[in-house]
């Protein structure tokens, strides 16, 4: 069963469309990440779903009853913010509770109770007395999370809620989304621009592009097999490369060809190749190419390098160290290629 559906979803702001025509299913339980670049329409499809913006056309329905028109607080939904919106005069404990008391769920020693479960789901419950200011951010970070699952609600929304922690604490919030969705199977709607998080964090992705689904699956199936160019410079940043497919080998403007191995039809076409699926030498591999720029990644380098006039990224170990306008080799096997319309 669905616990949310989007049927034929539009919105404009007056003359300007953002969102055309969304439809979109979640399972209960399911974990769906809407992945895009700015401005794509996925936060304010996530508003549309929380009951923050109206449609222009379309219907949401949670757990099978249609709540297009309803306020939020009528949706049996939850939604954390980007930027946790915590109430800094009251503490953890009170932060948590607070939309328990604004809907009047259950008594004071049922809120409590909720209250400490919560809390000690996001590990903090050793802090219920603290008030945020004196919390750190991934800290902060939790208490707005705990607010969000205190009520067990239908729907949980989250709007980009790892945005504002440094690299160290995203990585272990990621894994800490994880283990409580694992534990409390929330349905659970998740807004990123981050390809790491919405792969990583993801029962299905749902990439959009200009208002529209662009495509969607399971995280590994989206990755391997990209439908479109937009999808394939979009997840693992691939190479995409105008080429000439003849005699099931890519020809490049330059005249060099790689074999495919797969039946490509005949005539223009491009080829998409991620760049850390291209292994670089100085010599043997089935292109040339030459280096115009490196940069150091720790560890292993970025090469950006000129292939048959085209500019191209390509990550190599740091064992291999080749300077800007030396010529080198690439290899990719014919199975990490993918080729797609001209």
Do not use: W
């Not at 049996?76 to 404990?93: E, G, R, T």
């Amino acid at each position: 069963m669905s616990d949310l559906t989007l049927t034929g979803i539009r919105k404009s702001y007056g003359k300007t469309d953002v969102l055309h025509g969304i439809d979109l299913a979640i399972r209960s339980g399911e974990f769906v990440s809407l992945l895009g670049a700015s401005g794509c329409g996925k936060t304010t499809l996530l508003r549309i779903v929380a009951g923050l913006e109206s449609v222009s056309a379309g219907a949401v329905a949670i757990g099978g009853e249609e709540v297009t028109h309803l306020p939020p607080e009528k949706r049996d939904i939850a939604m954390m913010f980007q930027s946790y919106a915590l109430l800094p005069h009251l503490s953890v404990a009170e932060n948590v509770r607070f939309p328990l008391r604004m809907r009047g769920h259950g008594s004071r020693a049922d809120q409590a109770q909720r209250v400490k479960t919560a809390l000690e789901v996001v590990r903090l419950d050793t802090m219920a007395d603290r008030l945020p200011r004196q919390l750190s951010g991934g800290q902060q970070q939790r208490v707005a999370l705990a607010r969000a699952i205190v009520s067990n609600p239908r729907v949980l929304l989250l709007d980009e809620p790892l945005s504002n922690l440094d690299a160290r604490l995203r990585e272990e919030m990621q894994v800490e989304l994880i283990e409580i969705h694992r534990r409390l199977r929330l349905t659970t709607l998740f807004v990123t621009h981050d390809q790491d998080e919405a792969l990583s964090l993801s029962d299905r992705v749902v990439l959009m592009n200009g208002g529209r689904i662009e495509q969607e699956g399971a995280p590994r199936a989206l990755y391997d097999r990209p439908e479109t160019a937009f999808a394939s410079s979009f997840l693992g940043a691939a190479n995409l490369i105008p080429v000439t497919i003849a005699a099931g080998e890519a020809v490049f403007a330059d005249g060099q060809r790689l074999a495919l191995g797969q039946g490509a039809a005949a005539g223009p076409a491009t080829l998409a190749m991620r760049q850390e699926d291209i292994e670089l030498s100085r010599v043997g591999g089935a292109l040339r190419a030459k280096v115009v720029t490196r940069v150091y990644l720790g560890s292993r380098h970025r090469y950006i390098l000129d292939l048959a006039g085209q500019r191209i990224s390509v990550l190599a170990a740091n064992s291999l160290t080749l300077e800007p306008g030396d010529d080198a080799t690439l290899s990719i096997s014919a199975g990490r290629t993918r080729i797609l319309p001209a």
